[in-house]
Each structure stands twice: as C-alpha cells, then as structure tokens.
C-alpha cells in the first residue's frame, strides 16, 4: 500500500492528494531494459572473459552452444546481474555455468567452454584397459590399479531450489524445485543465480544442477604411463577395471616422475533433451501488461525393458536379471528414474536408482546366421541408435571384451561400427554367440532390440532362487513423476544367467557288437579363461549331466544323473528303442544345474 505519496514540482514539495494512481503488472516489453535485446550466453561469456584483459585468440566460446540441452531461443537471456565495479568475474561465470551447464578448460594455452552435454556426448577420448593401469617407477612397489572412493547417498542432495529473475513477471524473484522421490537422503540445497531466466530454463538447471552431483558420486584415482601425456582436463575417458567399464571425467592431472597421476569422477548420464514450451497469453487492454502462463514441461516417463539372457559378466553370476532404462525416443530431458517391484501389482518398493541412461537401439536388417567359433568378417548388422553411440575397437581390445551388446538374445562383439549418413551404425568384424548364445545365431529379424553393455546404464539385479518362475511386477519412475501414475509390467525370471552352456565336441565310439560310447566336452558359465595346466572351473556345485536319445522330435530314452563326460548307449538299448542297433543316433546333452536343472542343449548326430 502506499503511506504517503510526494511529488516534487518546480521546487516545491505538496502531499496533494487529489492524484489518482493506479497500479498494474508491468509489461515485461515495458520494463527495465526493454530496450536491449536478449543475449547469448556465450557472447555474454565472451565479453566477462575479455573484460579481464584476454584477446579473442585467448578463449574459445562456440562450443557452449553446442548441446541438446536448450533450443537455441532458450540459450538467451533478457538480462545478468554483475553486482559492482569489483565484482570477480570469476564469480559471474560460474554463475552462468552453474545456470547453464558449461564448463572451462586450458588447453595450448587456450582457455576453452564447453557445455556439459557436448563433452559427455562426444564420447570417450580414449579406452584404457585394466593392464594399462598402474603405472609405477621401475624398482617401486605395486599399488592399487584403480581408486574408487563413492559419496554416501545421504552427502547427496534429495532436493535443490533455484531462485532467478522471473522476466515473466516484471523481474520479481521466481523459484523452481527439483527432487528425487526415491532417494534416501535428506539433503536439501539452495542456488541463487543473478539472471533473468524463463521458468522453463530455471526448472532444467534444477533438475540438471540436483543430478550432476548424484552422477559424479564416484571418484577415482588412477596413474598411466606417458603414453597418455596427451590427456587433459575436461577429457571423458573410459577405463576398464575387474571387467567393468567406467566411464570418467578427468578433473585433474599431475605429471611427476614420468607418471600421469589422474584424478577423475564418474561420468554416468548424459544431460539430454529440451527444457520444454513455454505458452504465454495475454488479457486485457491498454497498459495492463500481459497475464503470463508458464507451462513447465513433465519429466519424460522412462521406457524400461527387463532382461533375461546369459551373463555379460562373470561379476553378475547369481539368479539376477539385466534393467534398461532410458528416456526412449523422447527428445525431452530425463533427470533419471527409480525402479520399484511388487510381487502383486499393488505394494511396490524401490529396489534401484538410474542416473545413467540405457544406450539401446533395433536392427534394420536381419543379420545372417554365421560362424560362432572364428570371427565372423562375411555379415553385418545396421543398427539405428534410440539412446547412444557405437565405437570401434581393435581385435585384441574386442577378445578382451571390449563393445559387448545384445542383440535379440545374442550376445555379440564387433571390431567395426561405421556411421552411416542417416545416422545407423553398420557392425561388422563379428564376434557371435558369445557367452552361451550360440544357438541365438540364427535367429534374428529386423526390428530386433539391441542394448550396448555398460554395467553403470544396463544394470544387473540380484534375485532370488525362491523367486524363479513367479511373476512379479515392475515400475520405471522417472525423477519427479509419482509412482501411482506409471504402469507396471510382468517379468518372469527364469534365470537365464544360470543355466548351464551346451556341451560341445560330442563324439560316438562303436564297438563291434554295435555299443555306442559317448562323449562330450563341458564347458562354464563363468571362468572360462585359458591359463596354463588349469582346467575351466566348473562353474556349477556339482558336475552332472542328462542325455537324451531322439527319435526326430520324440525322446527314445533319458540317461539322468550321468557325472562325467561320458555315457554308455548300449546295442540293446538301441534293440528295444529303435529296434535293432542304429548306425546314426541324434542326441541332446545337459550339463544340471542345483539351481534352474538343465542347461541349454549340445546336439549332434553320431
């Protein structure tokens, strides 16, 4: 309300009250700096860096804009506060770079900006496998390969508020709210950000700015050989350790001694998609400004797809399945999801957090059966990529188990991935059948799912042994959604991951009464490496097998609990099943598991 209201006219001072004042939103066109245009943030940017002293061939600012984040109109800006003469510069870009997402590198004595998005989604500079790391001076003992140190769930902030100035309501102070339902923690942090923001960028830069810190929980410290001096601050790289891939962010490098020690965070999503519309209408005449409606976009729903198929990693041994997660085609940002499962539909409890994308995608063509034993170099596959990007590799990094993905129920590698010009990816140098799935090989259709393994974006979940065979139901909940409002599916797992691999090199022996002997060679679910004078483990409590004799698609006869690599088909056996003794016999060979009872089948004629 007004107390007094005093003019001043020509000197003199009256408290006439016969003045009639009225009161009324400010046009936004009308207020304080109408008259100047939106800015870009990186030309914002630019004057900061150079009010400092810097020359334009000091910095590099175009890669700000390079992102998915933001439409470009949503990368403008109707005003920035620098508070005073003294104010640090420093102080004002962080700001915007908290705001918008961007980060400063030196490189060759450049100062570089880069948005957060382009340099996760430029992918990995380099691949450095397990035996890279390590490195030490000669004579020095061996230390830890690889430092993982991850942040508790409770130091990570469960909700985050941002306060801005609302252009849309004449620069009064606006404030968006982001928040993991799902998460444990109880923390709650604050952002002030001195600039005139759309409701919809301030919402991004919460649920962005509430994510980060939950995608970079894990910090790492490992040390390389100047093989690496190349490396850099800023740089994504990808290290294998204890057969996993850890995709990182290095933060910071040291150079002592010959040795790079490195310090990096885990880099686990991707910051992807539009900020959403907003839609403005306008009331009333004259100079009553415009009521201004801000429609906040939704955080996309998160497509999920649950996994039954043989390891993809002897770490993943046990009655577990694989959860891929992701935003689907959506171009819209996904702040990540929680899965929850019920066992009927109804009471549902969270039983994982994903911060990462799934990197998923379908096949355009079918690819051909083909060899599963030798590389095959005749077929290829041609993927189109919902989520992701395909690499190549070399054949000595791919045998060490580099690109691994499933494609229908095959478990495939690849040497190869060409970009295609409308944007597929064309796999080649083929390693097929991998784990287990031989018998996928020639089973494949166009449309079939392909999911690229990264253990932080497909997730294993441990089962039980109890819940074999029993349907249970599952909810993807996107961060910020209610859990009531998503749909549940079924999933019955039948625990894939267990089940024993088909025996191979099956032989028949005869001898001259016509009694076969037969014999097979085992093989195991999980280490299966070849090292000198050791045999594969077993992989199974107990070594057991079950043999059937066919007769076309009928079964003869069983040989149950058979415990070596060898069983007798006598020549009156084969008298009463077939008749007489049979010079060809089909057959089909279990290894048991006390698990899930047989494998997947060897078969041969003999």
């Known amino acids: 309300y007004l107390d007094e209201l005093i003019f001043q006219r020509g000197g003199a001072v009256t408290t006439d009250t016969s003045y009639t004042v009225e009161a009324s939103e400010t046009n936004v066109a009308g207020a304080p700096g109408a008259g100047v245009s939106d800015q870009n943030i990186k030309d914002i940017v630019a004057d900061l860096v150079q009010s400092c002293g810097l020359t334009a061939g000091d910095f590099d600012v175009s890669a700000i804009n390079e992102q998915t984040v933001w439409t470009a109109a949503e990368l403008l800006v109707k005003g920035f506060i620098v508070n005073g003469p003294g104010a640090s510069v420093r102080k004002a870009i962080e700001d915007l770079a908290g ?21 996760i989604n430029g992918g990995p500079v380099a691949a450095i496998a397990e035996s890279e790391l390590g490195a030490r001076p000669y004579g020095t003992a061996e230390a830890g390969l690889l430092e993982i140190v991850t942040r508790q769930e409770v130091e990570l902030p469960r909700e985050l508020a941002v306060r801005y100035l609302n252009p849309q309501c004449s620069y009064w102070q606006g404030f968006q709210r982001a928040q993991l339902q799902q998460a444990n923690s109880v923390l709650k942090l604050d952002q002030d950000f001195p600039i005139a923001m759309t409701d919809d960028q301030a919402k991004v830069a919460a649920l962005a700015g509430l994510m980060l810190p939950w995608a970079e929980r894990r910090s790492f410290k490992l040390a390389l050989s100047v093989k690496y001096a190349w490396l850099e601050a800023g740089d994504i790289i990808d290290v294998e350790y204890n057969s996993r891939s850890f995709p990182m962010r290095i933060v910071k490098i040291n150079f002592d001694g010959g040795l790079l020690e490195v310090s990096a965070v885990s880099q686990d999503f991707a910051v992807g998609g539009a900020g959403g519309t907003v839609n403005r209408s306008t009331s009333g005449g004259g100079s009553a400004g415009p009521a201004v409606v801000s429609t906040i976009s939704y955080p996309v729903a998160t497509t999920v797809r649950i996994l039954d198929v043989n390891l993809l990693s002897d770490a993943d041994d046990g009655p577990g399945y694989y959860v891929s997660a992701d935003k689907g085609a959506s171009a819209n940002y996904w702040p990540g999801a929680a899965i929850y499962k019920s066992s009927d539909d109804s009471a549902f409890v969270s039983i994982m957090s994903a911060g990462a994308p799934a990197e998923t995608g379908t096949a355009t063509n079918a690819l051909a059966d083909g060899p599963v034993s030798i590389w095959d170099r005749a077929n290829s596959v041609n993927i189109s990529m919902t989520n992701g990007q395909l690499y190549s590799d070399t054949e000595g990094n791919v045998l060490n188990g580099a690109n691994i993905g499933i ?3 095959e478990i495939i590698q690849w040497t190869t991935a060409v970009l295609e010009n409308d944007g597929t990816y064309t796999l080649s140098g083929l390693l097929r059948g991998r784990r287990g799935t031989e018998w996928a090989a020639g089973t494949h259709a166009i449309g079939d799912r392909f999911y690229l393994y990264k253990p932080v974006e497909l997730r294993r979940i441990s089962g039980l042994l109890d819940e074999i065979g029993l349907v249970r139901y599952y909810k993807a909940v996107t961060s910020g959604r209610p859990i009531a409002g998503e749909s549940s599916v079924q999933f019955v797992n039948a625990a894939a991951g267990l089940k024993p691999y088909a025996p191979v090199h099956i032989r028949g022996a005869r001898d001259e009464n016509g009694n ?10 999980t280490g299966g490496g070849w090292r000198d004078y050791v045999d594969a483990s077993l992989g199974e409590n107990t070594e057991q097998y079950s043999i059937d004799i066919m007769d076309g698609a009928n079964v003869k006869r069983t040989f149950d609990g058979v ?3 060898t069983t007798a088909y006598t020549a009156a056996e084969q008298t009463a099943d077939f008749g007489a003794p049979q010079p060809s016999v089909d057959v089909k060979i279990y290894q048991i598991s006390a698990d899930v009872g047989r494998g997947y089948a060897g078969v041969a004629t003999v």
């Open 516 to 525: 076969l002997t037969l014999s097979w060679i085992r093989r195991t679910r």
């Open 563 to 565: 415990t070596s690599e």
């Open 99 to 119: 705001a918008f997402l961007f980060e400063v590198y030196e490189s060759d004595g450049k100062l570089h900006f880069k948005h957060r998005n382009n340099i």
């Open 407 to 409: 494609l229908g129920s």
